[in-house]
């Protein structure tokens, strides 16, 4: 089984954070193995993807969330590198 195999958790991808813990509690109430994706570029790195795994696209959600110059630190969804050099330039 390869990572494009793994069924989608929900369809279109979440839109927000809400969707993405709604989507994990209903996957986790089932016990079914699940794949976190966002960019999709080391999916089958690794361990050997799981049998019946599902898969929740998170590719969708962009953008800094935070950004905090005094400590170094950003936190980011999926953000574009032009993004994160725009946010951080001195």
Known sequence: MTASD???VHAGGPRDTRDVAEAVRDVAATGTALRIRA???????GRPVASGLRTLD?????GIVEYVPG???LTA???????????VSV
């Open 77 to 87: 969804r999926r953000a574009l590198r032009e993004e994160i050099k725009a946010k």
């Open 39 to 45: 960019g999709g570029t080391w999916l089958d790195a």
């Open 6 to 8: 793994a069924s989608p």
């Open 58 to 62: 998170v590719g969708a959600l962009r």
């Open 71 to 73: 400590d170094l630190t």
